[in-house]
């Protein structure tokens, strides 16, 4: 399959980072000046470490290390890829993006454990068996991996490496998605070309959704988000079926992937629907951890919504996409290498709850 161009600049995209330490860990005079570092979009904070911990050494006081990040006092999911994080939490962009490092004081009520780099490549193994699992229906490609297969995809994401990203994921056979869609929400199954390429219908997405209750016409006045209740994180594929003459947009793909806010009726409200939902995150396919955060926070998703709400930014690998762009293209070009497509949505909603 070739490498299409866009795909070479969401790999190639990098973000770049002024790192503090924190200043209740500096045991030197003067502190040490802040690391610049370019961070890969598709990578994960975590794998900075080799570069920051040499950095900050000398500075440090004795003990074990943990290592974290926190953005204004907010402490980063480490398991969310950092050009996600960016685009969440600065809608109005920063550059560079100001983080602290901390090396001690492990926020474990609020962040799951990580322990290294293992911790950060199982995460993403258990992304890439969840999409499998919405794909396919079951993610025995990713389970039948060889360990030299696992090896170097797992190094093509480190390294940004697009193309020998592409020689393994090929074997995986989760497929690409034609052009020129139509939806036809939750329903269907997969196709399989002549070659045994599967042809998907069923999209995996990651949806993170902040709520505002104001309007607002400039991103510097965009509400800031201090806490991680204020995100709303929600697993949902769409699927998505060729009809002649007919084309899914992204603008039609986020009112199938958010019922609660664009239509009269939530699909919370259905109990087949709501079932069908849920078991799209399989413990056996993802970490329990994430599945439980999803799963939870679809829940609560009712008391808060509406069906007058507005799409007021959208981002996904940071651009702004129009909402009449053809969904195929966005899928195609501008998914993570654990094959979701990570969407973050600020959405105005008149009648929000914010209590």
């Avoid at 080799?50 to 999911?77: C, E, H, N, Q, R």
Wanted: glycine share 4%.
């Amino acid at each position: 399959m070739p490498i299409m161009e866009a795909q070479k600049y969401v790999w190639e995209g990098a973000i770049p980072l002024q790192i503090h330490l924190h200043e209740s860990e500096v045991t030197t005079f003067p502190p040490p000046p802040p690391a610049l570092i370019l961070a890969p979009r598709i990578g994960y904070l975590p794998l900075l470490i080799a570069l920051i911990k040499p950095y900050f050494s000398s500075a440090l006081p004795p003990g074990v290390d943990t290592l974290w990040f926190d953005y204004k006092g907010l402490p980063l999911k480490w398991y969310t890829p950092t050009g996600v994080l960016f685009d969440l939490l600065c809608a109005e962009p920063e550059r560079p993006w100001n983080l602290t490092v901390h090396f001690r004081g492990y926020p474990a009520n609020i962040l799951i454990p990580c322990e290294g780099e293992d911790a950060v490549k199982w995460s993403f193994i258990n992304s890439l068996k969840e999409a499998a699992y919405i794909i396919n229906g079951n993610c025995k490609n990713i389970m039948n991996m060889s360990q030299s297969d696992q090896v170097e995809l797992w190094c093509s994401v480190m390294n940004g490496n697009v193309e020998a990203y592409q020689r393994v994921s090929s074997k995986l056979k989760l497929g690409t998605v034609e052009d020129e869609y139509f939806v036809k929400p939750q329903q269907g199954t997969c196709e399989t070309d002549t070659i045994g390429q599967v042809k998907t219908g069923r999209i995996p997405i990651r949806l993170y959704v902040c709520s505002v209750s104001e309007d607002f016409d400039d991103l510097e006045d965009v509400p800031k988000v201090d806490s991680w209740d204020k995100i709303s994180f929600i697993n949902r594929p769409v699927e998505i079926h060729k009809e002649e003459g007919k084309y899914l947009t992204l603008h039609d793909a986020i009112e199938a992937l958010l019922p609660e806010y664009f239509s009269e009726k939530s699909l919370i409200e259905s109990p087949s629907q709501e079932g069908e939902d849920k078991n799209n995150i399989s413990p056996e396919d993802a970490g329990d951890s994430k599945a439980e955060e999803v799963v939870n926070v679809c829940n609560d998703l009712e008391a808060s919504c509406t069906s007058n709400a507005e799409i007021k930014l959208i981002r996904i690998q940071g651009i702004e996409p129009k909402l009449k762009i053809p969904f195929s293209w966005v899928v195609n070009n501008l998914m993570n290498p654990d094959y979701f497509l990570h969407i973050c949505l600020y959405v105005k909603v008149a009648n929000l709850n914010t209590t």
